[in-house]
């Protein structure tokens, strides 16, 4: 079985996928992460093929892809108005 993985440019989002990823290649499957392009090395480390696709960002420098959003401690009221898309954001709904 080949399994698909899609994963935002952050460790936070790619690290709980790893026990996973690790136990389908143990039982003999093929694992396949998609990624931006700037965190493909972080994938590559762990020891898992990647691809990259869409926009070219890190989640630890999403203010210099998405300027518009402004400075993280901004995004819970920007999402509030509707200018940032929800996952994207910090803070509740």
Known sequence: MK???TCQPAVGHFHPMVP???ALEDGGHEALFVTSASFQPWIDRAGFESVAAGAD???SAV???F???GE???WADI???GRIPR???VGPP
Do not use: Y
């Open 3 to 5: 399994v698909l993985f």
């Open 87 to 89: 996952p994207l954001c």
């Open 67 to 69: 300027p518009e959003i």
């Open 72 to 74: 993280p401690a901004q």
């Open 57 to 59: 960002w890190l989640e």
């Open 79 to 81: 999402a509030q108005d």
């Open 63 to 65: 203010e210099k892809m």
């Open 20 to 22: 996973l990823a690790r």
